[in-house]
């Protein structure tokens, strides 16, 4: 879900690199493509966080001796997913964006999204 929020910008990108302006208006699906990807973020992180808690019920099912390697691998992989996407989903907020400075802004985004 996470690629169904930046496809768009990149495929926007190659559309402008190939008709040669950044002035062109987008093709009608990809305009509003453009326009949900926040709304596509958000879905995203809900879903991140449905599948976090049933993962974590799991989880707590089990004894430690049970536990594989993979699966800790597993966890921790997801628990630092999970915490880039809140970041990145606290950072697309209006009112957090607002007091950020574009340059911080853009850093997070393209460290923590792309």
Not at 86 to 100: A, D, E, K, Q, R
């Amino acid at each position: 879900m996470l690629a169904a929020c930046y496809l768009p910008g990149v495929l926007a990108a190659y559309l402008q690199l190939a008709r040669g302006t950044k002035y062109s208006e987008f093709p009608g699906w990809l305009d509003r493509w453009m326009k949900m990807r926040k709304y596509l973020g958000l879905l995203m992180l809900l879903s991140a966080s449905v599948h976090g808690c049933l993962y974590l019920l799991r989880w707590v099912d089990r004894s430690p001796a049970e536990r594989e390697w993979n699966e800790i691998m597993f966890m921790n992989a997801g628990v630092l997913g999970f915490a880039m996407a809140v970041i990145l989903g606290i950072t697309s907020l209006p009112s957090v964006s607002s007091s950020l400075s574009w340059r911080e802004f853009r850093a997070i985004q393209s460290w923590l999204g792309f």
